[in-house]
């Protein structure tokens, strides 16, 4: 496959367990010809876990796409209107992330790229990791379902083909 001229957002919530197996999906973006534009949630500019530190992976994301990263709702305000993606790829989306995107909040980098690329009528590609989306998130995840604009793969079966464990 070959994505040369394509832009994709490449939007990061804060699910720290799965980077690993995150950032080989955005280096493969990079190696299939995309322009990659990374654009990170305010948690994973903040919060340093025993996945590693805020700023080690902000600086791996950076490497990665040889970009620097869209951190502020303004910042990606323009990629509705003036820069437009001509696709938007949230992984990890944590269930915080999920649950605002569903009911229409808009608080973040992530989340404000999103919205600017439906606006655009452009495709939004989740890769949902929760651990209550058949819990509290079910019906946000079913909201999105029903929508009908969305493609849905669950970062937990990314993991598990990967034959590592949880």
Known sequence: M????????????????????????L?????????????VSYTVQSTDTKFGDAADHLN?????TQKPLISSIP???PLGPKEPLDCMV??????????KFANA???SPVL?????????RKPVVLAISTNDAIGLNGTNLAKLLAAK?????????????????L
């Open 105 to 107: 909040l808009t608080d």
């Open 75 to 77: 910042e990606a305000e």
């Open 27 to 39: 280096q493969r973006l990079m190696d299939l010809g995309a322009e990659v534009v990374p654009i």
């Open 60 to 64: 791996k994301i950076k490497d990665i």
């Open 90 to 99: 949230i992984a990890p989306m944590t269930g915080n992330s999920l649950s």
């Open 149 to 165: 604009i969305f493609i849905l793969y669950h970062l937990v079966k990314m993991i598990q083909l990967q034959n590592r464990p």
């Open 112 to 120: 404000m790229a999103a919205k600017a690329t439906l606006r655009n």
């Open 2 to 25: 070959d994505l040369k001229g394509k832009r994709i957002g490449f939007g990061l919530t804060g699910s720290h367990c799965t980077y690993d197996a995150t950032f080989p999906e």
